[in-house]
C-alpha cells in the first residue's frame, strides 16, 4: 500500500524525580524520512506539553525499560499519558523522549492504552532516551507509524542499517520495504541498461529463476533482493564497471542464488 502525505505524531518529553524533561526535537528525523521516501512521506511531530512525573522515570528503566512490568517502559508510557490528560490535540501515535537509560524501541502501551480525550486512544508508542542517535529515531518511527518490523541481518535501516555511521547515517529502507510503500521507481530487465542509469529510488525487477527479484546499483555496489521478502540481500557485490551493462555485471551473482528459493 502506498504510503504517501504526512503523519503526525505526538512528541512528548518526559522528566521527573528532579529531572528536567529533555529537550525533544524530531526535526532530523522528519527531514531523513521525507529524503528517504523522495519526498513522498513525511513524519510530522505534534509537540505536546513536556511532563514531569513524581519519580524518576529512572525507575521504569532497569534493563532499558524491556522487563516484564509493571515497572517498565510500557508502564512508563501510560503513566507519562496519564500525566498528559486531558490531550485533545494528541495525535494517537506518541514518542516519547525520556530523562533516563530507556533502549530504544517502540510497543504497547501498558493495560490497553490511556484515553487522552473522551474516545480519543493512545494505545502504541516509540520510546528514546534523551540524545538518541538519527539512527534510533528513524528505525522506531518505521516501526511506530509504517508498522515495518526489525530485520535482523539486513544491512537496511529496519536492520544493521540503522547503526551505520554511528547512528548518524542511517541506513535507507531496503528495496521490498520501499518497494511496498510506493517508493521505488521499476527499471524493466534491459539488458544493455547501463548500472550507473539506475537512481538510488529505483531498483531493476527480473524473474529469475521461479522468483522475483530486485536489483539495486549505488555507487558501484549492487544488491539483488526478493522482491516480497524484505530483509537480507540474496546476493551484494561490487561492480567491476558502473557504465557497464548492470545485468552482465550482477550475472555471477545471479547464478549463485539459482536453484536456492
Ligand atoms: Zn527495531
Do not use: K
Request: net charge neutral; charged share 15%; with cysteine.
Amino acid at each position: 500500500m502506498a504510503v504517501t502525505g504526512v503523519a503526525p505524531f505526538g512528541l512528548l518529553a518526559v522528566g521527573g524525580g528532579g529531572r528536567a524533561p529533555p529537550e525533544a526535537c524530531a526535526t532530523s528525523a522528519e527531514a531523513w524520512w521525507n529524503a528517504a521516501s523522495f519526498g513522498r512521506w513525511r513524519p510530522r511531530a505534534v509537540a505536546l506539553p513536556p511532563v514531569t512525573l513524581a519519580a524518576d522515570p529512572a525507575r521504569w528503566c532497569a534493563g532499558g525499560g524491556m522487563v516484564p512490568g509493571p515497572r517498565n517502559a510500557a508502564a512508563l508510557a501510560r503513566a507519562a499519558l496519564l500525566a498528559l490528560v486531558p490531550a485533545a490535540e494528541c495525535p494517537q501515535h506518541v514518542v516519547l523522549v525520556i530523562a533516563g537509560p530507556v533502549a530504544p524501541h517502540a510497543w504497547r502501551v501498558a493495560d490497553g492504552g490511556v484515553a487522552v480525550a473522551p474516545g480519543r486512544w493512545v494505545r502504541r508508542y516509540a520510546a528514546l532516551p534523551a540524545g538518541a542517535s538519527l539512527g534510533a529515531w528513524v528505525h522506531e518511527l518505521a516501526h511506530l507509524l509504517l508498522g515495518w518490523p526489525d530485520l535482523p541481518g539486513s544491512p537496511c535501516l529496519m536492520g544493521s542499517g540503522a547503526n551505520r555511521g554511528g547512528g548518524h547515517d542511517p541506513a535507507r529502507p531496503g528495496p521490498a520495504l520501499a518497494l511496498d510503500a510506493g517508493w521505488l521507481d521499476l527499471a524493466p530487465a534491459e539488458p544493455r541498461m547501463p548500472a550507473c542509469n539506475l537512481g538510488p529510488g529505483a531498483a531493476m525487477a527480473l524473474h529469475w529463476d521461479g522468483r522475483e527479484v530486485l536489483i539495486t546499483s549505488d555507487g558501484g555496489d549492487f544488491a539483488i533482493h526478493d522482491r516480497h521478502r524484505p530483509g537480507p540481500p540474496l546476493a551484494s557485490g561490487r561492480l567491476a564497471d558502473a557504465t557497464a551493462p548492470l545485468l552482465a555485471g550482477v550475472a555471477a551473482a545471479l547464478a549463485s542464488i539459482a536453484g536456492a528459493a
